[in-house]
């Protein structure tokens, strides 16, 4: 039997851009007796803590929780961070450059709760980030950017497909170590989980290092055709209470 459950957020566990206030009675009631019975639950998600923290609250996680890409680790009883990786110093200016040698297009974002700025607008960075964004950028271009970042040794650049429009994407850079994948092994670390104790689940590609630190590959059925075809399983859509559905095929049966 599986030890442990590690899920996206947006479109798996709660519907796109959810605050919490949305979750069903019987998937809160799924997540506590999975955690009654020594079962370990968490997200791992793009979202910081001030904008995920609702919905860890109301499905009850008491785990440690992987936030913003892979760049953090956070309790969510205390809110205490228990382990983060940042960009390198310089680094953000570094990649802003490079972001600049390709395009003038785009919009930069650095925090969640901050306001996005036009790329063209934006002076300077602060010295230290755990991540940087460049939003709603043509494909090509953003292959270019992230060749370049990625040669350069000192951070990684992740594309996923932007909700701006349908051929455009978003870049996301963090610390080579800033990931989902290596995130998730500092927290089987914590938990003592393995990977083959594990349940993954997730709708699309930018969930793909969720699969491949996972034992059972989940995908929901409102999921990406190819992340479904990576899966060992598909789930019920995320409005069809996939992760009540997980829990007990998985966690309790």
């Avoid at 382990?83 to 972001?99: H, N, Q, R, V």
């Avoid at 000192?154 to 051929?167: F, I, N, Q």
């Avoid at 994407?169 to 092994?185: C, G, L, N, S």
Wanted: hydrophobic fraction near 40%; aromatic fraction near 4%.
């Amino acid at each position: 039997m599986y030890k442990a459950l590690i899920t996206d957020l947006d479109g798996t566990a709660v519907a796109i851009s959810s605050d919490g206030a949305d979750i069903d009675t019987a998937t809160k009631s799924a997540v506590r007796r999975a955690i009654s019975g020594g079962k370990k639950l968490t997200c791992a998600t793009g979202r910081e803590w001030e904008l995920v923290k609702n919905i860890i609250k109301e499905l009850g996680f008491v785990s440690p929780c992987i936030i913003e890409g892979g760049t953090r680790i956070i309790d969510p009883r205390t809110e205490k961070t228990l382990w983060e990786k940042s960009l390198t110093e310089g680094a953000p200016d570094s990649i802003l450059a490079i972001f600049r040698s390709e395009t003038t297009e785009g919009v930069v974002m650095h925090s969640m709760d901050t306001t996005r700025q036009p790329l063209a607008g934006v002076r300077t960075l602060p010295s230290t980030l755990r991540f940087l964004y460049l939003l709603a950028v043509e494909e090509d271009v953003a292959n270019k950017i992230s060749t370049k970042i990625n040669a350069q040794g000192k951070a990684v650049a992740h594309l996923t497909p932007s909700w701006e429009g349908a051929r455009l994407v978003d870049i996301h850079v963090t610390h080579p170590e800033a990931t989902k994948a290596h995130a998730i092994h500092i927290w089987q670390q914590l938990e003592n989980i393995t990977k083959g104790e594990t349940v993954g689940m997730g709708d699309s590609g930018n969930d793909i290092p969720i699969f491949q630190s996972s034992g059972l590959k989940v995908a929901v059925g409102n999921a990406t055709v190819g992340l479904k075809a990576l899966a060992d399983y598909i789930a019920p859509s995320v409005d069809q209470h996939a992760l009540e559905h997980v829990i007990d095929r998985f966690l309790l049966s």
